[in-house]
């Protein structure tokens, strides 16, 4: 019988260093099709990207959330966050996700993938959920970033309540919600390298 190892308990994670992230300098909002255009450029050859979507939350009894409102992809240096509202940006995402020869490499993708089916209209492929990897790998539960980050570099990863729960939907996105939704798809593909799976 496989043993089954534990994921570490959110105590435990608050005593560990923070994570390195990627700061606002390293981060690039994509929203017009000129920018779409020179992301497309930059991530077309490109053979491991993390990968995550933001939608806007929805609070009240049978609100519906047309998300994702934005789709983050990242290198090792840079990070690339799609603001979907213009057409333009929407297709080269829609591209991009649809390349299988690039890894996109997430956690807990299955409500990203419905979601941008219904809103893009594709299907994304060489997409790879790490939970998935751990599981395999023994864990007994869903890692997730935080868990993932524990357990490969014995840091912290920070997460702000206040972001995760902010207007994705915004046409101006605070350095906040840039900053976090950058290094959920960064850390991804940290950990993606620490598992040694490229």
Known sequence: MTERLLTPAKEQIALLA???RLGLSQIQVIATPQQAAGALHELESTAVLGFDTESKPTFA?????HGPHIVQLS????AYIFQLEDADCRRTVALLLQLPRIIKAGFGLGDDRRRIISK???EP???LDLNTVFRERGYRKDMGVRGAVAVMFNQRFIKSRKATTSNWANACLSDAQVIYAANDAYAALRVFKALGLD
Do not use: A, I, Y
């Open 18 to 20: 923070p994570f390195d």
């Open 75 to 78: 290198t090792l240096d840079k």
């Open 120 to 122: 893009l209209g594709v």
């Open 125 to 127: 492929e060489g997409v």
């Open 61 to 65: 009894k049978n609100e519906v959330s």
